[in-house]
């Protein structure tokens, strides 16, 4: 893929339904290919996410782009999930639930069985939920299963961005692809949103840092930048075997 792509992180939440529904209606999704919300936009827990107010909203947004729909809390068969909607052109296409609770969510919140990785035909990507970045596993089995680009709903206490951001990077370094990590903007969270991805220089792979700070919107571009070639070097060259299991999610 060498068509570069728009995206548009927005720094907003976590609020209840009704707030966050006029806040969408005052927000301006124009001119980007890609929309991502950081987790727990929406604050209120649903016993299906389909049936609210806000999931049709979410559909008309994401006419003619992709829209990762930060996450929500979700039951499904009697445990409740920290769960990732994904839109493509106005339609629902799949989700991606946590599969790595944190802290006070263990014994609370389900663990994610899968990792979903999406193709379209100009983008392959995934959608690891905020700690699911701190481990190597799921960007490297994304990686190797095509995905170029991890969108990353987040929500990180302002006091651990620095560590935060590290992640992100190494992550992006390691595997040779690009990552935008989208956090909420308020007193506790502070935003400080950020984007990398991968180059060739001098013989060898570097990173770009983009940072959103308080924008409520934070744009940047993602193209390929001619890693592809050093991403496959990278998936021959790592020892290690990664099996937890992945399913590919196809739309045109």
């Known amino acids: ?13 976590p609020l209840e339904e009704g707030r966050m529904i006029e806040l969408l209606g005052k927000l301006d999704f124009s001119d ?3 929309v991502v919300f950081p987790e727990r936009f929406i604050m209120d827990t649903y016993d299906n996410f389909q049936k609210s107010d806000a999931y049709p909203i979410l559909s008309e947004i994401s006419r003619g782009k992709i ?12 445990q409740i999930y920290n769960r990732s909607h994904v839109f493509y052109d106005g339609f629902p296409v799949g989700f991606q639930d946590k599969i790595v609770p944190y802290d006070r969510e263990k014994g609370r919140i389900g ?12 983008l392959t990507f995934s959608v690891p939920v905020c700690y699911d970045m701190d481990f190597p596993f799921f960007a490297k089995i994304s990686t190797v299963k ?23 990077e190494a992550r992006v370094l390691e595997n040779r692809i690009a990552a935008i990590s989208v956090n909420s903007r308020n007193e506790n969270f502070a935003g400080d949103s950020v984007f990398f991805h991968t180059y060739v220089e001098d013989g060898g792979v570097r990173t ?7 924008l409520q919107r934070f744009n940047s571009v993602f193209t390929n930048n001619g890693v592809e070639e050093r991403r496959k070097m990278r998936i021959r060259e790592d020892p290690a075997y990664y099996s937890f299991p992945s399913k590919e999610i196809v739309y045109e």
């Open 1 to 13: 893929m060498n068509d570069s792509l728009k995206i548009a992180g927005f720094q907003i939440g």
């Open 32 to 34: 980007c290919d890609i």
């Open 67 to 78: 829209l990762i729909a930060g996450s929500v809390l979700e039951k499904d068969n009697h």
């Open 111 to 122: 663990m994610g069985r899968i990792i979903n990785i999406f193709r379209t035909p100009k």
């Open 146 to 168: 095509g995905a170029t680009l991890l969108l990353n709903p987040s929500l990180i206490r302002k006091d651990f961005h620095k560590e935060w951001h590290t992640y992100i």
């Open 208 to 214: 770009l840092k983009v940072e959103a700070g308080d």
